[in-house]
């Protein structure tokens, strides 16, 4: 599999995450009819965790978080907490009384947080054509968010601070490298989720009906477990940034939900903002950041494939197009070649025009 191919593949994998996380807020919002927020948030959780359990379970090299290394114990630990544990409970709180279509919308400020975490705070470095496809992205989320008119400033604010905690979640993600994405899934599912349904239960009138229970199990199962997992793969391969350029399609796909289940009608301001984000996708994904930089000596465990240019450790009848996982060493290496902010493109740049020009030794790789 070449680059153009892998990019590809990519892509599919994060709007896939995106089509499955677009049907939680509709879904969400009618359990909220028959069960409190930090219940749901904790059922929709452990629902994750036991959607991939069976991937986890077939993994060879499962490890405990507290074994894979500090750095990695401390990225998890705050992804749970800020995105498994503070990050549902404001959302869904804001849901009880916001339309789900406007909540919907609205959580396209999860990608305008990553984003600005990332160019200010995660050395995420955006070329020009990105930031025109991040300036095309925001757009399209304030014309639908505009379309639909307001819902509150107390719980667009919940939103908000809600999509902030998913940003630092995405970019803590992106920068694990000691377990699996379905064992990150796993783990944020189990704490996260055991937490809220103890705490909720505790304050609330229990957790609900066996059958409500259920349906919401399996919503957390497909729409935050598989899209969660699929989003980790993404944004470990795109950097935190552009994956949620590509997961801020997700309230389209819930729109396109809605019409082809529902029966709703499609709004010319649904269809010119759909046009916007297409475009901005585009732009984003025909950027060339090329230029020289160097890579430091590192060891960590992740998955890979020895076609990259930086996997050239060797496996007896091992093809280089196979995905694998294992502890691994890099050497020093400075090269120039077409990359994302991915587990290996962590440098800085002195500016936008440097950095997209080839030949030029302007980064020193911090990762």
């Known amino acids: 599999m070449d680059e153009k191919r892998h990019t590809v593949k990519l892509l599919a994998i994060g709007l896939t995450s995106a089509c499955l996380f677009g049907a939680a807020t509709p879904a969400s919002k009618a359990l909220l009819a028959e069960i409190q927020p930090q219940v749901l948030a904790g059922l929709l959780y452990l629902g994750a965790a036991f959607g991939v359990l069976p991937v ?18 401390l990225l998890l630990a705050g ?25 919907a919308l609205w959580l396209n400020l999860e990608f305008v947080a990553t984003a600005v975490l990332g160019h200010f705070v995660f050395r995420e470095h955006l070329t020009a054509r990105g930031w025109a496809a991040a300036g095309g992205t925001l757009l399209a ?30 970019h803590f993600t992106a920068l694990i490298d000691g377990i699996t994405p379905a064992q990150i899934t796993l783990w944020k599912g189990l704490v996260a989720g055991t937490f809220n349904l103890i705490v909720g239960g505790a304050i609330g009138d229990g957790i609900g009906q066996l059958h409500v229970v259920l349906m919401a199990l399996l919503v ?35 729109v ?56 050239d450790h060797e496996h007896s009848g091992l093809p280089a197009t196979a995905s694998h996982s294992h502890w691994h060493v890099h050497d020093p290496v400075e090269h120039a070649h077409k990359h994302w902010p991915d587990l290996h493109h962590r440098h800085d740049h002195d500016d936008d025009e440097k950095s997209e020009l080839p030949n030029k030794p302007d980064a020193r790789d911090g990762s």
Not at 56 to 73: C, D, M, N, Q, Y
């Open 141 to 170: 989320a304030l014309l639908l968010a505009g379309g639909e008119g307001g819902a509150g400033f107390l719980w667009v604010s919940l939103v908000a601070f809600a999509c902030l905690c998913w940003g630092f979640d995405n």
């Open 256 to 311: 396109l939900l809605s019409v082809a289940v529902l029966g709703e009608t499609l709004t010319g301001t649904q269809a010119l903002s759909a046009g916007i984000m297409g475009v901005s996708l585009v732009l984003l994904f025909t950027e060339k950041h090329i230029h020289v930089h160097r890579h430091d000596a590192i060891s960590h465990r992740h998955a890979h494939r020895h076609m990259d240019g930086h996997h």
């Open 56 to 73: 986890v379970i077939r993994t060879k090299s499962f490890r405990l978080p507290w074994h894979a290394g500090r750095r990695t114990f």
């Open 220 to 254: 957390g199962a497909i729409s935050y477990g598989v899209s969660v997992t699929l989003y980790i793969i993404t944004s470990q391969g795109f950097g935190a940034s552009r994956s949620q350029m590509v997961f801020s399609t997700a309230p389209f796909f819930g």
């Open 79 to 103: 992804a749970i907490f800020l995105g498994g544990i503070l990050g549902p409970l404001l959302l869904l709180i804001g849901l009880t009384a916001a339309s789900s279509g406007s909540v």
